[in-house]
């Protein structure tokens, strides 16, 4: 039971890391209880009839977010 707790509370790790980096913390003022509820909404979406279009939109959202931080971090590598 130890381990499944430890790779438990590495996933929230991980998970408040991506909200982070999002600015979802900073944007909700740390407000755990609104960040939940953000991702209850998006839980309700998945249960809908629109899932698939949810799922598309966020897929290419966060292609779109993940090349902006890299291409960030490129450049903030050379600026350095």
Known sequence: ?????????????????LTA?????ALTEDD????FGILETAALMLRSGDRDQALVSWQRRAKRAFSLVVRTLSVDSFAS
């Open 21 to 25: 980096k999002v600015d979802l913390v």
């Open 1 to 17: 039971m130890g381990g499944e707790a430890t790779r438990a509370d590495a996933a929230v790790d991980r998970a408040w890391d």
């Open 32 to 35: 755990r209880a609104v960040i």
